[in-house]
């Protein structure tokens, strides 16, 4: 892993909206829009990760502040029409409106056609309700700005691959985060390299199994001290839906990415960034890096990181 030059959003490039971002030749370039959970935290929204490879932009999650965090790394959600869920948990889905709405009605960047959506069973009825949700205002501002709402074309879909064009392949897989059922994971390959999400997991053989080998896996976790709990029961009831650093240790030593990467990050009862990674170290010493809101991964045959903030 490379370390590179943090970029700063006074670059007059990450100021304004572009139509499209370099292209990274033979890269996967990920960008990390929203790495935190549920809970408010400083600087930290919730999930949403961006695939930019041949040309082609996917967003892996919509989160609280997906749309803001996209315009700060350069781009608009107008550039973007396809939309990967790994579950329904609204931490997860909500800046879907602002990301939808505003991708169609501003002036520049508008999105042409569609934005496409797969997502677990409960996907295609929510974009439906979302549509009768914001009707009101599509029925004002179509006729203002005298263009076309998006329309949106959602499939739910099963485990296995849901995406094959342009030489870029997404397969989703079953992940546990009951009672939430399904939840997937995802694994992008573009040009030989591969990046896998877990999507929100309990600790699941699958992460460890699809993400084996892979460039850069990118995992969920969830960190807290017990002993600072006002409700005991309640914590134990929480980590049980996640993976703890120690857990997601075991997983990155089997899998043995080239990079792993800690992204959606649920620290509790005054759980630091510093308690993850140590934890992290009692079960896998390999490279690892705890993300962070506009971190950019670009996979290669090196591996670069750049913090766009
Ligand atoms: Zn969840």
Not at 195 to 210: F, N
């Amino acid at each position: 892993m490379r370390r590179v030059r943090s970029a700063s959003t006074h670059d007059p490039a990450l100021r304004e909206p572009q139509g499209t971002l370099r292209e990274p030749p033979g890269a996967i370039e990920v960008t990390l829009l929203g790495t935190g959970s549920p809970i408010y935290i400083n600087g930290r929204y919730s999930a949403s990760t961006l695939i930019h490879a041949g040309g082609e932009y996917l967003l892996i999650d919509c989160g609280r502040g997906a749309g803001i965090r996209i315009h700060e790394a350069g781009l608009h959600p107008g550039n973007i029409n396809k939309l990967f869920l790994t579950h329904l948990h609204s931490d997860h889905v909500v800046g879907i409106p602002d990301f939808y709405i505003t991708g169609w009605f501003t002036t520049f960047a508008r999105r042409q056609g569609p934005l496409r959506v797969w997502g677990p069973k409960g996907s295609a009825a929510m974009m439906r309700h979302l549509d009768s949700a914001f009707d009101f205002d599509m029925q004002v501002r179509a006729p203002e700005m005298r263009v076309q709402p998006n329309a949106n074309e959602t499939r739910d879909i099963g485990p296995g691959e849901v995406f094959n064009e342009g030489g870029i392949r997404v397969t989703a897989f079953e992940v546990d985060h009951r009672p939430v059922a399904p939840a997937f994971g995802y694994k992008i390959e573009y040009a030989g390299r591969t990046v896998v999400l877990s999507g929100d997991t309990r600790l699941t053989e699958a992460v460890a199994e699809h993400g084996a080998g892979a460039d850069v896996l990118i995992h969920e976790v969830i960190c807290g001290h017990k002993e600072n709990s006002p409700d005991p029961e309640a914590f134990e009831r929480i980590i049980a839906h996640h993976t703890t650093p120690q857990e997601a240790g075991t997983v990155f030593a089997r899998a043995k990415p080239r990079l792993a990467v800690y992204s959606h990050l649920t620290m509790i009862t005054g759980a630091t960034v510093e308690d993850v990674e140590a934890q992290t170290r009692e079960t896998y010493d390999g490279p690892l890096l705890v993300g962070e809101d506009l971190t950019r991964i670009t996979v290669g045959d090196e591996i670069t990181v750049e913090r766009l903030r």
